[in-house]
């Protein structure tokens, strides 16, 4: 997983920075991004029922050997049309090597091992892509070094896996609950999960086109992201423990009108050495507040719709991240080149409406789960989630009294 999210993250920023090189236009690169969650649309739909049709290793090995021919296809072309092609193909297969290895390493993990596991395991989720980011700053006289890593990395994620003598657990893909149902039972966790997706997709994606376009060079620029995710992950913890002992609306609010604030301050003041700072708290603000709505909904859930509602949740994140991708990046001209911080500024006050609205229509629930923590890419932690709940089921199946024998 280690490689995998380090290569994402790679892929991922290296695309924006070659592309702006090779002269794609703005709406070029972000229709290019764009097609990574338009494709994981359809991989958080497809995988776990290919997974349960041929098994994990061979589902695992398949679907990144695809994703490493994608990165090599990057390298060989210089095209906006293949480019596309190869990032959707990416956005199909990557949610399934998640599922792939976190339903694994739950179904392995012994119960006094299981928060120790889980904790490296988020470790790596959070450090992985913004190493991979960084490694964007590296010298590469030829053009070709970055993108060979990025396969090198995902070809070498699949020997563990077919070195190991565990046998594959059994997997069964979860039921989905339809978002009409999903929406009666938290509209704030519909409506928010959507809004602040597009919010994060955008700084995602803009935040180098952004940089560059204020005067930085390519490792400058990387390193900006990089700094914004470090922001993000550093503060997921605290700000979940927080959302766990309070209304988690109250929370929400909170991180809205301080995204929003930060938002307007870099639109205000211009000054370039503001721009790193200005987006790590965007960052910061806005990738919690994913974990936090998907905490909510949990809170109004039975236990046997948890797993169904967080595949819903994930396919808003990615459906809220495609649009992010999409618009964010077009939006950096306008205005005298504040369109981008104008967008956020929007999109965060509208989550915060929407948590005030609910709040001020509803109590809040008297029994509270965790809040789960969100991966900086936004995508794997729902699926942790999801097998975490499976796995405790599964032990209350085969000890129904609860006595340990």
Request: hydrophobic residues 55%.
């Amino acid at each position: 997983m280690l490689m995998l999210m380090v290569a994402n993250g790679l892929l991922g920023t290296l695309l924006t920075i070659r592309g702006n090189d090779l002269g794609f236009s703005i709406l070029t690169i972000s229709l290019m991004q764009a097609s990574y969650p338009l494709g994981a649309l359809a991989g958080t739909v497809a995988a776990p029922r290919l997974i349960e049709k041929v098994g994990h290793i061979r589902a695992f090995s398949a679907l990144a050997s695809l994703v490493s021919i994608a990165a090599i296809v990057h390298l060989l072309t210089s095209d906006p049309y293949s480019w596309s092609a190869m990032r959707l193909l990416s956005g199909v297969c990557v949610p399934g090597l998640y599922v792939i290895t976190e339903s694994w390493l739950h179904a392995k993990a012994e119960n006094r091992m299981r928060a120790q596991i889980l904790s490296v395991y988020f470790m790596i989720q959070l450090g992985g892509p913004a190493l991979g980011t960084a490694m964007v700053g590296l010298p590469d006289p030829t053009g070709a070094m970055l993108f060979g890593a990025v396969s090198i990395l995902i070809s070498l994620s699949i020997v563990p896996l077919l070195l190991s003598d565990n046998k594959a657990p059994a997997y069964v893909a979860p039921e989905r609950m339809r978002l009409r149902q999903l929406y009666r039972v938290s509209p704030m966790s519909v409506l928010g999960i959507f809004v602040v997706s597009i919010g994060l997709g955008a700084w995602f994606i803009s935040l180098p086109l952004y940089a560059l376009a204020r005067g930085f060079n390519e490792a400058q620029a990387s390193g900006a992201l990089v700094v914004a995710m470090i922001a993000s992950a550093l503060v997921q913890y605290p700000l979940g423990w927080l959302a766990d002992h309070v209304d988690r609306r109250q929370v929400v609010i909170g991180l809205g009108l301080l995204a929003t604030a930060a938002a307007v301050w870099l639109a205000v003041d211009r000054s370039a050495s503001l721009v790193v700072i200005g987006f790590s708290v965007i960052a910061a603000a806005t990738l919690p507040i994913y974990s936090i709505l998907a905490a909510h909904a949990n809170d109004h859930l039975t236990r046997a719709q948890i797993v169904p509602a967080s595949g819903t949740m994930a396919f808003l994140l990615q459906l809220g991240q495609f649009f992010g991708a999409l618009i964010g990046p077009n939006t950096i001209p306008l205005a005298g080149g504040r369109g981008l911080l104008i967008m956020l500024a929007v999109i965060c006050l509208a989550v915060t409406l929407i948590a005030i609205a609910r709040r001020v229509r509803t109590q809040a629930p008297q029994e509270t789960g965790e809040t789960p923590v969100t991966g900086v890419l936004g995508i794997a932690q729902p699926g942790v989630f999801q097998a975490e709940v499976m796995a405790e089921e599964a032990e209350e199946r085969r000890d129904p009294t609860g006595s340990g024998r």
